[in-house]
Every structure is written in structure tokens, then in C-alpha cells.
């Protein structure tokens, strides 16, 4: 993930409920949701790459990567997840047509609008 994708993270205290927060807002002591509870963070460490790459998947909304529940996107879930819901709806209906080109170039776009307000 980047240091700008959301995570389900914050205090440990099991009668509150975790925000999406930017990953590099969490530190040593929160806690972050995972398949099995919330796990505290021991550690935290930042390695630097390039690109833009979101995990959409059929069923939407949270994903699970190494037991780490998270959002696929950074910075706007909310609007992410309505945009690719439509991307879903029409894999859904015609799923060759996420193949046109008019489609890719559009979500290119949208990526590098997001990543404009990061």
C-alpha cells in the first residue's frame, strides 16, 4: 500500500469503531483491523516506489491483504467505490466492455485526478 491508502485503524479499545485513515497517519500502539480482531502495530516502515495501481474487485469495498483489512484506494473511499461500482455494473452487463479503449482511457483520468488531491 501507499502512504496515502486507507486503512481501518486507531485505538485499540473494542468499543470504538475504526476510521479509514491514511496509512501514514497510523504509528506504534494503534491498532489495525484484521481477519482475526484488531492486532497492534509494533512497528511501522516506509519504502519509497512509483504508480498508481487500485484492487477492484467484484464484491467491492474492503479488501484483505495479509490479514490486514483495508481500502483499495487512497485518500477518497467513498468516491473510489462509487466510481467503480459503475465499473462493476457494467463488467455485470457486458464485461467485454471494459476492454474499450473509451473506458481505460476514463479510468486513467480519474486515477490521475485522485492522485492530484493527494
Known amino acids: 500500500m501507499t ?9 485499540c479499545d473494542s ?15 494503534d491498532c489495525l483491523q484484521s481477519t482475526e480482531g484488531r492486532a497492534p502495530v509494533i512497528a511501522t516502515r516506509v519504502v519509497q ?15 484483505v491483504v495479509n490479514g490486514i483489512v483495508a481500502s483499495p484506494f ?16 457494467v463488467y455485470a452487463l457486458l464485461p467485454s466492455a471494459l476492454s474499450f479503449k473509451f473506458l481505460q482511457q476514463t479510468s486513467e483520468r480519474f486515477g490521475e485526478l485522485a492522485a492530484s488531491f493527494l
Open 3 to 11: 502512504a496515502d491508502h486507507l486503512v481501518l485503524a486507531g485505538s
Open 49 to 63: 516506489s512509483k504508480g498508481i495501481r487500485s484492487l477492484v474487485t467484484l464484491a467491492g469495498n474492503l479488501v
Open 74 to 89: 487512497a485518500a477518497q473511499h467513498r468516491i473510489s467505490e462509487a466510481w467503480y461500482s459503475i465499473h462493476r455494473l
Open 15 to 29: 468499543a470504538t469503531t475504526l476510521p479509514l485513515i491514511q496509512a501514514r497517519a497510523v504509528s506504534v500502539g
